[in-house]
């Protein structure tokens, strides 16, 4: 089982930025990657993906806005978020893709408000 920790997450103002940090604790480079968010009362949605060749893909709400990336050498993925609306308020996480229930981590807390 890999651990997965969150990280980055915060209070921003529409139109900012954030970026996101995921770190495993396994060796996971051959694993496709993805973020995910849940906003209060919501389900838990897809947000990226990443693939183990480093192919990326999008939720149709954030492409153009937000990329996806990672670093296999530190067990990391990142993902960067730009132009952040009020509707991208949510926990986010990080898993594979498609995700492993017994994977999921705390989250971190994304907060975008005037």
């Known amino acids: 089982q890999v651990q997965l920790v969150e990280s980055g997450g915060g209070l921003v103002q529409p139109g900012g930025s954030l970026r996101l940090s995921c770190a495993a604790s396994?060796?996971?480079?051959?694993?496709?990657m993805g973020w995910y968010r849940q906003a209060p009362g919501k389900q838990r949605d897809f947000v990226a993906g990443?693939?183990?060749?480093?192919?990326?893909y999008y939720r149709n709400s954030v492409k153009g806005r937000f990329t996806i990336s990672r670093d296999n050498a530190l067990k990391t993925v990142y993902l960067q978020m730009n132009s952040l609306k009020p509707e991208d308020t949510a926990v986010y996480y990080c898993n594979k893709d498609p995700p492993r229930p017994q994977n999921w981590g705390q989250g971190t807390q994304v907060t975008v408000s005037s």
């Open positions: 990443i693939t183990s060749g480093g192919s990326t």
């Open positions: 396994k060796f996971f480079s051959l694993s496709a």
